[in-house]
């Protein structure tokens, strides 16, 4: 296993025009002006990454081109994610990419509870997620993470003593119409319960074994 680099080391040996540090991931958004010049930055990119063997997630959106580097096995960045980052900006010179170092950001949810381990399960069966994993010596926070890297990590946090008002706070997740009722079953089995189905299949109305609420929804039923 590679060895982990420090945030501040990582930073610190890559082009800081282009890169940032955003939660243990190296970030970089260039603006290519149109989507055929972010076709080409993508495809020179997946040359370098693949004699390296290293692998970034690359987005291609129209008119940039977001990319993010880590290690997997290490949880975090290494020389490897440094060394890829340094020839991606020499691409993108090449190129006559500009950087934008101020896009990068990661949105987290945080859900707050008594009984993390009851509530845990729910969460990763209504979004379709899994658990993150990080190393034990971590100290980290218990997650579910999208299995695609897509969606935003959901993170539980401690509570000490109960609320007894209603949360404020209620998480939509859209799906294809024809898995909805299948996710709305996996988070019941998974702990849950059904709040409401009065506006199905637009929308189920789920809450988790605290009170958490989230929305399972569709198209259907929301049309004319």
Not at 28 to 45: H, K, M, N, P, Q
Not at 79 to 91: H, N, P, Q, W, Y
Not at 181 to 197: K, N, P, W, Y
Request: charged share 25%.
């Amino acid at each position: 296993m590679a060895t982990r680099l420090t945030d501040g080391a990582a930073q610190g040996s890559v082009d800081e025009r282009h890169w940032r540090v955003v939660q243990r991931r190296l970030h970089a958004s260039f603006r290519t002006g149109d989507f055929a010049r972010g076709v080409e930055l993508v495809a020179r990119i997946g040359d370098l990454a693949e004699a390296a063997g290293h692998h970034p997630d690359l987005d291609l959106r129209y008119p940039r081109v977001h990319v993010v580097l880590t290690t997997h096995d290490a949880g975090g960045l290494t020389g490897k994610d440094v060394a890829l980052a340094r020839e991606i900006s020499a691409v993108a010179d090449e190129l006559g990419f500009a950087g934008d170092p101020t896009r990068p950001a990661v949105v987290e949810i945080a859900i707050d509870a008594l009984q993390i381990p009851a509530v845990q399960p729910f969460w990763r069966a209504v979004l379709g997620y899994r658990d993150e994993v990080l190393p034990p010596s971590e100290g980290l926070s218990p997650a579910v993470v999208d299995p695609d890297g897509i969606g935003p990590t959901v993170w539980f946090q401690q509570m000490d003593a109960p609320r007894p008002q209603r949360n404020r706070i209620h998480v939509d997740v859209d799906v294809p119409h024809d898995v909805a009722q299948e996710r709305v079953a996996a988070a019941i089995a998974a702990g849950g319960r059904l709040v409401s189905d009065r506006r199905a299949p637009a929308f189920w109305v789920l809450a988790d074994p605290e009170g958490n609420e989230a929305c399972v929804c569709t198209w259907q039923a929301r049309e004319g």
